[in-house]
């Protein structure tokens, strides 16, 4: 029988997983989507970004961040398993941040 913090644990996580997808499936259907290539040639040609970052959600999806070093400009991408991809925020003043040499990941 799980014990009082497993469930707890368990509880937790899967509230924190159905936020995440819920959140981006709002983005989705608010935001800018079109065919992932096509939005990768925008963000480069318009803005001259290119991708920093990525991770692949629970629900399947992947999200990315494209940055241009030199002027700061940043977007998320949130990509569908389908290959449409949706810009759900952008900005300036992106940074990256190095590991300390000697530490794991």
């Known amino acids: 029988m799980p014990t009082y913090m497993q469930r707890m644990m368990?509880?937790?996580?899967?509230?924190?997983l159905s936020v995440i997808f819920l959140v981006s499936t709002a983005y989705a259907n608010q935001t800018s989507c079109a065919k992932r290539g096509e939005v990768i040639a925008e963000l480069n040609n318009?803005?001259?970004e290119s991708p920093q970052s990525t991770g692949l959600m629970p629900n399947g999806h992947i999200l990315e961040t494209f940055a241009h070093l030199q002027t700061g400009t940043?977007?998320?991408?949130?990509?569908?398993?389908?290959?449409?991809?949706?810009?759900i925020a952008s900005g300036s003043a992106y940074e990256s941040?190095?590991?300390?040499?000697?530490?794991?990941?």
């Open 10 to 16: 368990f509880g937790l996580s899967f509230g924190l």
């Open 46 to 48: 318009r803005y001259g």
């Open 74 to 87: 940043w977007t998320i991408l949130i990509t569908t398993p389908e290959g449409t991809s949706c810009m």
């Open 97 to 105: 941040l190095k590991k300390p040499s000697g530490h794991g990941a």
